[in-house]
């Protein structure tokens, strides 16, 4: 089955650090891949996405991503965290079997100590 | 662009009232998403709407459940009747297109208390 996964529930790091969110995922084929984040009482808004390419994708905020295909990852970072940086991150890919859809991770919280 | 509306953004009833939800998404857009979000199933797709025609709503838990797209600008939600185990953050979402390589925009929400 096809799916995403988001190994850690909540990541803590101090401000200034670099951050780096987990996620895996289990497709087959070549998969498009997405970063969505929530800020508190908002609704999820795209950082970036992954469909070919090169590895590194940059996108909103300062966020990268890097697909790697051979342990079929697809790792957020940054290199310097902000406070305001904190967040749920969602990780998504595409429902191959329905390209309409996205199929989303449980989500990670981004904790980001001043 | 003002993004996708939702209305109400916050809902408490009583078990057994019908709820209605309401979205409007950004114009131009023709896909239409309606997501369900709470801690212990995460962010579940409902249902979503293609230039207003339902396309799949496998994901709609059962037949208290409805959805309808009346025309490109607006679309609601509707429970009927509520329970308590339907408590959760409703979310619209719309985009130009579908899938792959697509943002969808999605809007506040909707917290519904269902008492």
């Known amino acids: 089955a096809q799916s995403v996964a988001q190994p850690e529930d909540q990541v803590n790091v101090a401000e200034g650090n670099p951050l780096t969110v987990k996620c895996t995922y289990s497709v087959s084929g070549n998969p498009y891949l997405f970063w969505y984040v929530q800020y508190p009482n908002r609704g999820l808004q795209f950082l970036l996405k992954?469909?070919?390419?090169?590895?590194l994708v940059k996108g909103s905020y300062g966020f990268e991503a890097e697909f790697n295909k051979s342990q079929t990852s697809f790792h957020l970072k940054k290199p310097s965290a902000l406070v305001s940086d904190s967040a749920l991150y969602f990780c998504?890919?595409?429902?191959?079997?329905?390209?309409?859809?996205?199929?989303f991770g449980t989500g990670t919280r981004l904790q980001v100590f001043p | 662009d003002a993004g996708v509306i939702q209305s109400p953004r916050h809902e408490v009833t009583e078990m057994g009232q019908e709820v209605t939800l309401r979205c409007k998404p950004i114009?131009?857009?023709?896909?239409l998403f309606w997501y369900r979000q709470t801690m212990m199933r995460g962010l579940e797709l409902l249902i979503y709407f293609n230039n207003n025609v339902p396309i799949d709503d496998s994901g709609m838990p059962e037949d208290r459940f409805s959805a309808k797209m009346p025309n490109a600008s607006f679309s609601t939600l509707k429970i009927q009747p509520s329970e308590p185990r339907d408590s959760a953050v409703y979310f619209c979402?719309?985009?130009?297109?579908?899938?792959?390589?697509?943002?969808?925009?999605f809007g506040p929400g909707t917290r519904l208390t269902v008492l």
């Open positions: 998504a890919v595409r429902d191959i079997y329905n390209t309409d859809k996205l199929i």
């Open positions: 114009s131009g857009h023709d896909y």
């Open positions: 992954y469909i070919t390419g090169d590895n």
């Open positions: 979402a719309s985009s130009f297109l579908a899938g792959g390589g697509v943002r969808m925009s």
